[in-house]
Structures are given as C-alpha cells and as structure tokens.
C-alpha cells in the first residue's frame, strides 16, 4: 500500500519525532511504500497567497505552485498525519497545507449549483498520532478540533468505507518517560495491523 505521511514538528529532538520515526519504521517494517513527507524539513510553505485564493475554485490552475504535493496526495492509498495539538488546532504548517493541497479538483468537487463531493476515494485508510500539552478533558471541554477535522472532515472526502485511526498523547506537560514508552508501543501496535 502507498501511504502518505505528513509529519509536522519542526523540533527532529520533540517527541512527536519519535512518533513519527515509529510510524515510518514500522509502516517500511511491514512492507508499505512510505512517501515521507516532513513539512518543515521540506520548506513547505503554509500561507495561501491572494493568487491562490483567487485560483482556488479554477481547476486549471490551482494546483500549480503545489503540485509536486497534489502529486503525492493523489498517488496515496493511505494517509497518517503526525503532529502537535496547537492551541486546540493543527499547527500552522500542516492546516496550511490542507488549504492550499486538498483543493478544487483534488480532494473535493463543488458543481454548477454549489453541491460538495468528496473525491479521494482511493484513500482506504487514515490515522493521525498527536500529542496534547494538556488533558483530554480540557480538549474535550474544546470539542477537541483536531479531533473533529480528522474523524470527520477529512474522513468524509475518503473512502467511506475506510478505517480511521485517531491516537492521541493527552497532557505532554506531566508526561513521564514510561508513559511516553507505552504511546510508542501503542502507535507500533496499531500500525503493525495496517
């Protein structure tokens, strides 16, 4: 299976490094084709220019100042997203790339009279691995959005019939060492079924 996975820390020391070096190395381990992709490592750059913004809905020309991304998003059978939970939300570099890549034409159709329909149905499988400074509850008490644009926006523009895995490390500030360990093992676990 060809598996896209989007990293986004800029920090190679972090935590979600590690997570992101297990999700690689055990998705290799089991035989996967793995495009890496590493945002901050690639200069990805997150803002929408007004040119973009004024291209969006022409699928003539909106992939073009991202299309080696569109390329790699199109290619995908799968996709895992590991990052940091940032103020409730993604971190600038990984939203940024879901508006400027899942664009008109790419991961979502619009008509003639404004109906949506999602259009990467080749994507069987979605997962996200993320770390939370603080704790589920008060993600929770959020409606936790990182949550909720994975299991349900990004979820809906993919086979509807795919598995979607959502692992969460709530409350990074207290984490102790063995704790961190079993999350890694966890993430091994569950990507070793893939």
């Known amino acids: 299976m060809r598996i896209f996975v989007l990293f986004a820390h800029p920090v190679e020391t972090s935590f979600g490094a590690a997570l992101h070096a297990q999700v690689v190395a055990t998705l290799r381990a089991r035989g996967h084709d793995v495009d890496d992709c590493d945002l901050n490592a690639e200069g990805f750059d997150p803002v929408m220019s007004r040119q973009d913004r004024l291209d969006y809905h022409n699928k003539a020309v909106n992939r073009r100042r991202v299309a080696p991304y569109v390329d790699r998003l ?14 409730y939300g993604f971190p600038a570099i990984l939203k940024g ?8 034409g790419v991961s979502f159709e619009i008509s003639a009279d404004g109906a949506y329909k999602p ?8 997962a996200a691995v993320c770390t939370y400074g603080g704790a589920r509850w008060t993600a929770m008490l959020m409606s936790d959005p990182p949550r909720r644009v994975v299991k349900r926006s990004l ?20 984490t102790k060492p063995e704790r961190r360990a079993r999350f890694l093992g966890q993430v091994r676990r569950v990507f070793e079924a893939w």
């Open 155 to 174: 979820r809906s523009l993919i086979d509807p019939h795919a598995s979607c895995d959502y692992l969460a490390h709530y409350d990074m500030n207290h």
């Open 119 to 126: 259009d990467l149905r080749k994507v069987k499988k979605l």
């Open 97 to 104: 790339f879901v508006d400027r890549v899942f664009l008109p």
């Open 74 to 87: 199109l290619a995908a059978e799968a996709l895992v997203l590991v990052f940091p939970v940032w103020n």
